[in-house]
């Protein structure tokens, strides 16, 4: 099996890896290795085509492998280039690289809004991750913005075109898991747009995680749209028997409310197992559940800051209280 190194950290993978996927495991081999991943908008596991779209995940390949050590000249889509034994690759160790990275991120960000204050998708949003650690303070584009009014394309998906960054993971998730393919791309160039064909409307049986798989805030909840911030519920695991999917989920709380169900996802921002608009949409009631405990969130998202796990939460409970006239006299004593 051929052998590569990202950032000094070798790993031995199998045949027709992509360098993307060989950073993803030695992140998943050790947590403290994790910053050799590059980052992704367009790639998704479980959507075949996906990849090469967003070039927000290209890497400089500093020697191709041990038969060809040649650098390649060019930084290259590490999710749609695949390993080769030798290879060594560099993600982060690069200045000329990031700096390739960032003027891509002004790109993505060129027509983008700042309307992160109003976005449902603000807090689990991965263009916020990306711009925050590739992004320019301010924007060197003179021209005027494109524009979209929003529109809905169904019952229950909101489209917001104005912050689409044309990934194609929704189109790929029509394309892959549903019947009736009814929205795309239209046009070309700088134009093009996702759209539905003369009015028709997306009420497939999976069409619902298209919210799922877009990265940022172009497609939200309709049934949860200003319903609560994300950082402000409270995401538990549950699943129920269902015929049409998994069941398998995350039922976002307030109190002993369900304000929305999505599916799970893994630590690289990708749902686990996709599941049925039945379940996403019309489940709403907790009693159509059984609740499994607390989902582990990512200690770096900010829906991670107040949740605790059932032995931390029950000991914060147990607790008692502080002796508050014991604390301000204290604090009298370290100001004297």
């Not at 034994?85 to 991120?105: C, F, H, K, S, Y």
């Not at 009736?180 to 539905?196: A, L, P, Q």
């Amino acid at each position: 099996m051929p052998k590569v190194t990202i950032d000094g950290v070798m790993i031995e993978v199998p045949e027709g890896t992509t360098i993307l996927q060989a950073a993803r495991m030695i992140g998943e081999r050790n947590k403290a290795d994790r910053h050799v991943v590059p980052p992704a908008m367009c790639y998704y596991t479980k959507l075949k085509t996906s990849g090469g779209y967003c070039r927000t995940c290209i890497v400089k390949v500093s020697k191709g492998s041990d038969k060809d050590p040649r650098p390649m000249p060019k930084p290259v889509a590490s999710c749609r280039t695949n390993v080769m034994d030798g290879m060594e690759v560099q993600n982060t160790t690069d200045p000329a690289l990031i700096d390739a990275r960032n003027g891509v991120v002004e790109f993505l960000l060129i027509n983008h809004p700042l309307d992160c204050p109003i976005c449902d998708q603000a807090g689990e949003c991965h263009l916020q991750d990306l711009s925050y650690e590739n992004g320019k303070e301010a924007s060197r584009y003179e021209f005027e913005r494109r524009t979209f009014d929003p529109i809905d394309i169904g019952e229950t998906i909101k489209l917001h075109m104005t912050r689409c960054i044309l990934c194609y993971r929704c189109v790929k998730v029509a394309d892959q898991l549903t019947d009736g393919r009814s929205h795309g791309v239209i046009n070309r160039g700088d134009v093009s747009e996702i759209s539905t064909y003369i009015s028709n409307v997306i009420e497939n049986d999976f069409s619902g995680n298209m919210i799922d798989v877009c990265p940022v805030g172009a497609l939200t909840d309709r049934t949860f749209r200003f319903a609560s911030r994300v950082w402000f519920t409270n995401p538990q695991d549950a699943h129920r028997n269902c015929d049409k999917c998994c069941g398998k989920v995350v039922l976002w709380m307030k109190g002993a409310e369900v304000l929305r169900v999505t599916g799970r996802k893994d630590q690289w921002g990708e749902v686990e197992e996709f599941i049925c608009n039945t379940c996403r949409f019309e489940k709403k009631d907790l009693a159509d559940w059984k609740v499994e405990g607390p989902r582990q969130i990512d200690r770096h998202s900010v829906i991670s800051q107040g949740h605790y796990n059932l032995e931390r939460k029950q000991a914060l409970l147990t607790t008692p209280a502080p002796n508050v006239p014991e604390l301000a006299r204290n604090k009298e004593l370290k100001e004297r």
